[in-house]
């Protein structure tokens, strides 16, 4: 959850030049399989969609400004993106920008934020030039 609020404060700080999307996905430490001993909640393995629904609210509580997606049983995005089970992506035109490592060791919220301050400059620096004759 603390990642979770970073992130939200993040979005916070650029929405001005970039829109969010959280999607949630196949739960990382279930309570009835391979539980974390720092599980914030008890979430049992998802067994239909409404399960992945139903948990994905948690989730909502920790950013509810951010829109949220539910991944698809079948963990589509998850495998698309290489989630597994956690990961930070900008998209932009339909290309991936950035992409950052897989978590829980590879979620960087700092590299994230360097992306966006990078990009921001760049949207903020006149790229006409004028030249006076």
């Known amino acids: 959850m603390a990642r979770l609020r970073s992130f939200q404060r993040l979005a916070a700080h650029f929405v001005d030049i970039a829109d969010f999307l959280l999607v949630y996905i196949e739960e990382a430490h279930p309570s009835d399989g391979w539980v974390s001993s720092d599980a914030a909640y ?5 067994q239909c969609l409404q399960d992945r629904l139903r948990a994905a609210q948690l989730m909502r509580e920790g950013a509810p400004d951010c829109p949220l997606a539910v ?7 998850s495998a698309a993106y ?7 992506y900008i998209i932009q035109e339909e290309k ?6 897989r ?7 700092s590299e994230l934020r360097s992306w966006l301050d990078q990009y921001k400059t760049r949207l903020e620096s006149p790229s ?6």
């Open 71 to 77: 991944d698809t049983m079948d963990n589509a995005s």
């Open 42 to 46: 008890n979430i049992p393995k998802h």
């Open 128 to 133: 006409t030039v004028v030249i006076q004759v």
């Open 103 to 109: 978590g829980p060791e590879g979620y960087k919220i």
């Open 96 to 101: 991936v920008m950035y992409q950052g490592g």
């Open 82 to 88: 290489g989630a597994y089970f956690e990961r930070l």
